[in-house]
């Protein structure tokens, strides 16, 4: 038995944010941004939490796929900005939308938490545990944004996409995970610091702090990488693999990794230029962005590739079985 996804749903704040915006706050321009990253406008939310925005993506997720809340027995989010440290953003939404037989919980894994939700749920799956599940990933990152430094203030923005997930003999594949935590300085958001009764400091929060260039050569590395794991581990061609759906970090990542593969770019669709990296959100994001696009066909195979802050990366070979 498998994970399949029979219905996907995203939501992504109103406000947008263009670069022309960013230009007005720091030392940058909108050639600079677009050139590097491939980034032209971003959604910044002004009044939703990340479970507000988990919640709607869950619901037009739930709507597709034509379960209702109570049906679902796990809901899995991936987030690094949730709205408290206590309760889990997953215990929020399943409050909200009223899955009330659900079991509920986060992962943190940054930008790879999609993939690491799906993957979590695949392993339930397996073990015949749970037959319905809900995974989401959601992001207010405009909130530990250091909206004073422009090399990292450019490249975020906020959304949230959800799939619905059965116990069914269609779906993933294969799939992989990796984390390597020597390299956490790369990228990183410190939480509260140590500040108490027996400290003279007190508690400061962090923001997003990046060395760019180590997570680009990460990045470049790896994606190709795991992915060419996965097809080699199931004696699948290039030519067997639909679309490439990679976390949408930067677009010269993403150019990168399709030169190592050797693959044409319209293999690698993208919703960088309209959001900006949005970290756990991003593929589910790129899937709805597909699929109402009418890109995404039945016994399509697909894989999907996520890294992010840890450092922590995965892929996921599927077949499309909506
Ligand atoms: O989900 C994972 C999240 N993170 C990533 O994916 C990040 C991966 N890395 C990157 O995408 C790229 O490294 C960046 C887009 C962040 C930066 O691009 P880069 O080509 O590596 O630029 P750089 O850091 O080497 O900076 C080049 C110059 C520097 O100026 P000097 O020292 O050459 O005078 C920066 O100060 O660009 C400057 N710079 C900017 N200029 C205008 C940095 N940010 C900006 C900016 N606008 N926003």
Not at 25 to 46: H, L, N
Request: charged share 25%.
């Amino acid at each position: 038995m498998t994970a399949r996804i029979v219905g996907i749903g995203a939501y992504v704040p109103e406000t947008i944010v263009t670069n022309h915006d960013l230009a007005n706050i720091v030392e940058t321009s909108d050639e600079w941004i677009y050139s590097r990253t491939g980034i032209k406008e971003r959604r910044i939310s002004v009044k939703e939490e990340t479970s507000d925005l988990a919640a709607e993506a869950a619901r037009r997720a739930l709507e597709h796929a034509g379960i209702k809340p109570a049906e679902l027995d796990l809901i899995v989010l991936g987030t690094s900005s949730p709205d408290c440290n206590y309760p889990s953003g997953a215990c929020e939404v399943q409050a909200k939308i009223g899955a009330v037989n659900a079991v509920a919980f986060d992962v943190s894994a940054a930008c790879a938490g999609f993939i690491f939700a799906l993957n979590i749920v695949q392993g339930f799956f397996k073990a015949g545990i749970y037959q319905n599940a809900l995974i989401i990933g959601a992001e207010t990152l405009s909130k530990v944004t250091n909206w004073e430094d422009r090399s990292t203030c450019v490249l975020f923005g906020d959304g949230a996409g959800a799939a619905v997930l059965k116990n069914d003999d269609c779906g993933v594949i294969d799939m992989l995970m990796g984390s390597d935590g020597t390299m956490g300085d790369f990228l990183k958001c410190k939480s509260r610091t140590l500040g108490n009764l027996l400290t003279e400091e007190r508690p400061e929060l962090g923001f997003t702090e990046m060395n760019g260039q180590e997570v680009f050569r990460f990045a470049v590395k790896r994606v190709p990488e795991s992915i060419e794991t996965l097809m080699k581990r199931n004696q699948m061609s290039k030519e067997e693999i639909k679309y490439y759906v990679l976390h949408q970090a930067n677009e010269r990542i993403i150019e990168a990794a399709a030169r190592r593969l050797k693959e044409p770019m319209e293999k690698f669709p993208m919703t960088i230029s309209k959001y900006g990296n949005t970290s756990t959100a991003s593929i589910p994001l790129l899937l709805d962005d597909m699929l109402k696009k009418g890109m995404l066909k039945q016994g399509d195979k697909i894989i999907l590739s996520g890294f992010g802050a840890g450092m922590t990366w995965g892929a996921v070979l599927l077949e499309w079985c909506i």
